[in-house]
């Protein structure tokens, strides 16, 4: 079982609706998780991070995070073409250590 | 959020040399951390940094190949050594300031070794 675990993409959806990724992780101490947004041949750029159960919102973005499920997703609103990025989930480990999926592409259509 | 850089930002060495990558942070920052992205994929930890002890470095990644100084706290150095093809990747520092808080990544260095 990978240690973090990402929908399979990649994930298309026209302009103005919402994206919705989902991701999951195996190690039940994980204490922090994040979302970072990897635009093609640029380095990941960390866009959201949720320590507590429930939902975290910033702008257009909402973070969800489930521990008794081992769950955290992150919805993008009103999708704009400027969303169109490879899209990481990470896990901070009790090591401090991060782990990553293997990312969702999300593609927003105009 | 730390502001890091990265030198170089981009290489293209041949097969059998070594290429020492450098990253300088902003602001004194407890750990700090090397990736590898190759193409296509996601990130893959190659080793933590910490300053005045010796770098950790994951299964898989050896000293011999990846040699890392961490002088202070705010620079660190990645050697890739006698470099083959295969190590043609994307390479990324990054940043915690206590290992509890969010971590940022440097732009990155892209290696293309022939």
């Known amino acids: 079982q990978k240690e973090v675990e990402q929908n399979s993409g990649p994930l298309s959806v026209p302009e103005g609706a919402i994206a919705s990724l989902n991701c999951t992780y195996s190690d039940q101490g994980s204490q922090s998780f994040f979302w970072y947004r990897q635009y093609s041949g640029k380095s990941p750029e960390l866009i959201m991070f949720?320590?507590?159960?429930g939902d975290k919102e910033d702008g257009r973005f909402t973070a969800q995070l489930n521990k008794a499920s081992q769950y955290v997703s992150l919805l993008i609103r009103d999708s704009q073409p400027s969303d169109s990025a490879t899209y990481l989930c990470a896990v901070k480990k009790s090591d401090y250590k991060l782990s990553f999926g293997a990312g969702t592409t999300v593609t927003v259509r105009a | 959020s730390a502001v890091i850089s990265q030198k170089p930002s981009r290489d293209i060495c041949q097969r059998g040399t070594s290429l020492t990558i450098q990253c300088q942070v902003d602001?004194?920052?407890?750990?700090m951390f090397w990736y590898r992205q190759q193409p296509g994929q996601s990130l893959t930890l190659i080793a933590t940094?910490?300053?005045?002890?010796?770098?950790?470095?994951e299964s898989g990644f050896v000293i011999d190949k990846f040699p890392i100084s961490r002088p202070n706290l705010t620079f660190s150095t990645l050697t890739v050594s006698n470099m083959s093809p295969e190590d043609s990747s994307i390479y990324l520092c990054?940043?915690?300031?206590?290992?509890?808080?969010?971590?940022?990544f440097g732009p990155g260095t892209r290696l293309t070794v022939t």
């Open positions: 949720i320590y507590s159960n």
């Open positions: 602001s004194q920052v407890t750990m």
């Open positions: 990054s940043v915690d300031r206590e290992g509890l808080y969010e971590q940022y």
């Open positions: 940094a910490n300053q005045g002890s010796e770098a950790t470095y």
